[in-house]
C-alpha cells in the first residue's frame, strides 16, 4: 500500500519539478522545504497544523538569512510576536567556518532540523522521517548530536540550533494546543453523526440543517492515507482562529463567544445561506446552491460525449466575481458547470493564441476534483502551492527576480524570500478560515443534499412529498421517483438525483467506474473515497479557495507577473493512472493556467465538481484570500526590505523598469501610467495620492520620493 503511495507522489513531484535536459541542483532551503512537504504527505492531513508548519519554518530559514544580511531584519530575532518576545544579542561569526555561505547553510540546516524533528515526532510515519532528516544532516557532514544553543561565542551551528528551540517554544505557546496534540478544547458538535456506509441511507438523525455534522465510518482513512483510532472524526481546528497570525490584523477581527469559549473571526464573511425548516425563511440559495453541487456531480461520467476546450484559450481570465445571489446564478452555470471566464486570446510570452485542447468535460471535471484535493498523499492545500512555487522555480524561463524588477537573485535569496511570503499568507489564510469554520460550524452538502431528501420537494404543492426544507426539482436532475422506476414501488414520490453514482457501483477501483445515473437522493455521495467522503470539519467558508486566491496574490506580487513563466503552467494526468478511486481519465489530458489567479479559479470549481462545497462556501473565500495574499506579501516585503527609504522610480518608454521602494506601515503598489500621461504613486498611509506627476508619452521619467514619515 505505501509503495503505491510513494509512487503516485513520486509522479507529482516529476511533474512539478519540471522536465530539463539536465538535473538541478538547490538551495539549502528548497531542499528542507522537500523534506518538510515529504514530511507533510507522511503525516495525518490537517491544513491548519503544516499551514502553519511551513510558516515556522520558513521563518527559521528567512531569519537566518537576514541575520547575515546587510539590509534585510529579522521577522522573529529580536522582535515580540503576538506577545512572545525572542531574546537576540545579535550574531558575530568566530572565524571562518561560522561566516559566509557555508555558515548559513549550516544555521539553516541545524534550525530545520531541530524544528521537524520536533514537529513531526508523533506522526505515524516518525521513524521513516527522522531517519531522512537524520540522512540529510549526515550528507552535510553535520553532526546529529550538536545541541549547544549558545550563538554568543560566534557558532552558526548553536544560532540554528537557537532559532530552532525558540520556533518551538514559540509554538507551545501560540494558541495551537500543540502541547495537547492540537485537540479542541470547547467545541462540540450539535447534530449526531450520519453514518456513511453504502448499506445506510439518508440523513434520519440531523436536527439542524445550518450546522456542521460529523460523520461515522466502518473505518476512516483520512486524506493522506492514515487510517485513524477512532470512526468519528473530531472537527479539525474549530478553535483555530486564535492562533497567532502573520499579518493579520485586529482592525479585522471579532470575538464571538459561545458556550463561553471565545471564537476568533478575521474578515468575517458574515452569516452563509440558512434554511428553516418550519417556515423556509432565507432558504432559496441555501437550497440552489446545494441543489448546484448535485447538478454537477451529472458531470462525472466519462461516458457523456461533452467535449469542452480546456486549454487557457477557452478557460480562466475571469474579470469579475458575485457579490451577490442573484450574481451568483449567474456566475455558476448550474446545467453545464463552469464559470463567465473568456480565456486568453494571446499568451503574452510567445505572441501566439493558445492551442486548443478538447477533452471530455467527465475526465476534466474528475481530475480537477482529485488534483487540487491533493490525493491520498497529500502535501494538503497549502504544501500544494509550495510545489506550485518550487515548479515555477525551476521553469528554464524564470527569472528570480522579486517583483519582477529586482537584480536576478541566487537561489538561496529567493528561496527564502519566497517561501517567507508565501507561508505567512497561507498561515494567516488557514487562521482566518478555520476561525470562520469554528463560529459559523456550516453544513457540508453530503448532509444538507440527503437531509433535504428526507423532507421531499420544495417547489410544488400539488406534486408529491412536498414540504417546504425539500429539494427544488430540476429537469433532467432532480425529480420525483415515479411507478416505472427502477427503485421499487416504497420509493414511488421520493426525491431522486441525475449524479454520480458513488462507491457502490465501483469494485474495483483499477478498472471500474461508477458513472452517472439516476439515484436517490439519500443516497447522494460526493466525488470521494468512501472511507473518507468529506474533510472532517465544517465548510464555510473555502479553505480551498482561500488558500489558493492568497498564493496566487503572493505569486502575481512576487514574480511581478500575473503569468506563469512561458505564459503556461500544466500537468499531466495520464489516462487511466492519475484516477484513485475510480478508473480515469479515459484519455491522456493536460491542466493548464495562463496565470496563477486562473489556477486558483480552477481550484474552486473542483470543489463543487467534488462534492465538497457549495457557491456560497467559495466566493467569499476568494475574497479572503485576495485581502490575505496582499497584505501578506506587503509585511513580509517590509522585513525583506528592512523598513528602508526613500523609494526610487524609473519610467523609460511607458513602462517601469525599477522600483526601489519601500513604506513602513503602508501598503503600496508599483506606480502605474494612468491614460499614458499621469504617474500615480498608489499608496495606503504615506503618499499623497492626489500628488501625481506628469510625464510625456515615451518621455524619460524618474523622481526621488519620500514615503515615510
Known amino acids: 500500500m505505501k509503495f503505491a503511495k510513494l509512487t503516485i507522489l513520486l509522479s507529482i513531484f516529476i511533474f512539478f519539478s519540471h522536465q530539463e535536459t539536465k538535473a538541478q541542483t538547490h538551495s539549502v532551503a528548497r531542499e528542507w522545504n522537500e523534506l518538510l512537504l515529504e514530511s507533510i504527505r507522511n503525516d495525518y492531513a490537517r491544513p491548519t497544523v503544516h499551514a502553519r508548519n511551513l510558516y515556522h519554518a520558513s521563518i527559521a530559514m528567512y531569519d537566518i538569512w537576514a541575520v547575515f544580511d546587510s539590509t534585510a531584519v529579522p521577522f522573529f530575532l529580536g522582535q515580540t510576536v503576538d506577545g512572545y518576545n525572542v531574546q537576540f544579542n545579535g550574531f558575530t561569526p568566530l572565524g571562518n567556518f561560522n561566516s559566509g555561505q557555508a555558515a548559513i547553510e549550516r544555521a539553516m540546516s541545524y534550525a530545520m532540523y531541530r524544528l521537524l524533528s520536533h514537529r513531526f515526532a508523533n506522526s505515524p510515519n516518525a521513524a521513516y522521517l527522522q531517519s531522512q532528516y537524520d540522512a540529510y544532516m549526515t550528507s552535510k557532514g553535520y553532526m546529529l548530536n550538536n545541541n549547544s544553543t549558545n550563538y554568543n561565542f560566534g557558532s552558526a551551528v548553536a544560532l540554528g540550533n537557537y532559532v530552532g528551540q525558540q520556533l518551538i517554544n514559540f509554538g507551545l505557546q501560540d ?115 446545494f441543489a448546484l453541487v448535485s447538478a454537477w456531480s451529472s458531470h462525472l461520467d466519462a461516458n457523456d460525449p461533452t467535449l469542452w476546450d480546456i486549454s487557457p484559450a477557452s478557460i480562466g481570465n475571469v474579470q469579475n466575481y458575485p457579490t451577490d445571489f442573484a450574481g451568483m446564478q449567474q456566475f455558476y452555470d448550474l446545467e453545464n458547470g463552469g464559470d463567465p471566464g473568456t480565456g486568453h486570446n494571446i499568451n503574452p510570452k510567445t505572441g501566439l493564441p493558445y492551442t486548443p485542447q478538447m477533452v471530455k468535460r467527465a475526465d476534466y471535471a474528475r481530475v480537477l476534483a482529485e488534483f487540487w484535493a491533493d490525493g491520498p498523499d497529500s502535501e494538503t492545500p497549502p504544501g500544494h502551492w509550495f510545489t506550485i512555487l518550487n515548479y515555477v522555480n525551476d521553469h528554464p524561463e524564470f527569472e528570480k527576480r522579486f517583483e519582477g524588477v529586482s537584480a536576478v537573485m541566487d537561489d538561496l535569496e529567493w528561496d527564502v524570500k519566497a517561501y517567507f511570503c508565501l507561508a ?105 473515497r468512501p472511507s473518507f467522503v468529506t474533510p472532517n470539519f465544517a465548510g464555510y467558508v473555502s479553505g480551498h479557495s482561500t488558500f489558493s486566491r492568497a498564493a496566487a496574490e503572493v505569486m502575481t506580487a512576487l514574480t511581478g507577473d500575473a503569468f506563469f513563466p512561458g505564459g503556461m503552467g500544466e500537468f499531466n494526468a495520464d489516462q487511466n493512472q492519475f484516477l484513485v478511486f475510480e478508473e480515469g481519465p479515459s484519455t491522456d489530458i493536460v491542466l493548464q493556467w495562463a496565470t496563477y489567479r486562473d489556477a486558483s479559479d480552477q481550484c474552486s470549481l473542483s470543489r463543487i465538481w467534488g462534492g465538497i462545497h457549495p457557491p456560497a462556501d467559495d466566493i467569499p473565500g476568494r475574497f479572503i484570500g485576495m485581502e490575505i495574499g496582499v497584505n501578506a506579501f506587503e509585511l513580509a516585503k517590509s ?55 506628469e510625464v510625456k508619452v515615451g518621455s524619460e521619467f524618474s523622481a526621488e520620493i519620500e514615503v515615510c514619515p
Request: glycine share 10%; aromatic share 14%.
Open 639 to 693: 522585513y525583506i526590505y528592512g523598513f528602508e527609504c526613500p523609494s526610487y522610480y524609473e519610467i523609460v518608454n511607458d513602462s517601469l523598469i525599477s522600483s526601489y521602494y519601500h513604506a513602513k506601515d503602508s501598503i503600496y503598489s508599483n506606480c502605474l501610467l494612468r491614460n499614458n500621461t499621469t504617474v500615480d504613486f498608489k499608496a495606503g498611509k504615506c503618499i499623497d495620492l492626489d500628488n501625481g506627476f
Open 175 to 289: 494558541e495551537s494546543n500543540e502541547v495537547n496534540g492540537y485537540v479542541n478544547t470547547s467545541y462540540t458538535p450539535v447534530n449526531d453523526p450520519m453514518v456513511m456506509q453504502t448499506n445506510f441511507s439518508g440523513n434520519p438523525d440531523i436536527t439542524d440543517l445550518n450546522r456542521w455534522q460529523p460523520l461515522s465510518f466502518s473505518v476512516f482513512i483520512d486524506q493522506s492515507g492514515n487510517v485513524t483510532g477512532g470512526t468519528t472524526p473530531d472537527f479539525l481546528s474549530p478553535e483555530w482562529g486564535s492562533v497567532s497570525p502573520f499579518a493579520l490584523s485586529t482592525d479585522d477581527l471579532t470575538i464571538n463567544t459561545r458556550n463561553g469559549f471565545d471564537y476568533w473571526v478575521y474578515h468575517d464573511p458574515g452569516m452563509p445561506p440558512q434554511i428553516d425548516v418550519n417556515t423556509g425563511a432565507m432558504s432559496e440559495e441555501y437550497q440552489w446552491g
Open 424 to 528: 505567512g499568507a497561507l498561515h494567516d489564510a488557514a487562521v482566518a478560515v478555520w476561525g470562520i469554520k469554528g463560529w459559523y460550524d456550516y453544513i457540508r452538502p453530503v448532509s444538507a443534499i440527503r437531509a433535504m431528501a428526507e423532507y421531499g420537494q420544495s417547489s410544488d404543492p400539488s406534486l408529491p412529498s412536498y414540504h417546504i426544507a425539500g429539494l427544488p426539482l430540476i429537469p433532467g436532475l432532480i425529480e420525483l421517483v415515479e411507478p416505472g422506476d427502477p427503485f421499487g414501488s416504497a420509493h414511488i414520490g421520493k426525491v431522486k438525483v441525475y449524479a454520480w453514482r458513488g462507491p457502490s457501483y465501483i469494485n474495483n477501483p483499477a478498472t471500474d467506474e461508477a458513472g452517472v445515473g439516476w439515484i436517490l437522493a439519500e443516497n447522494w455521495w460526493p466525488y470521494q
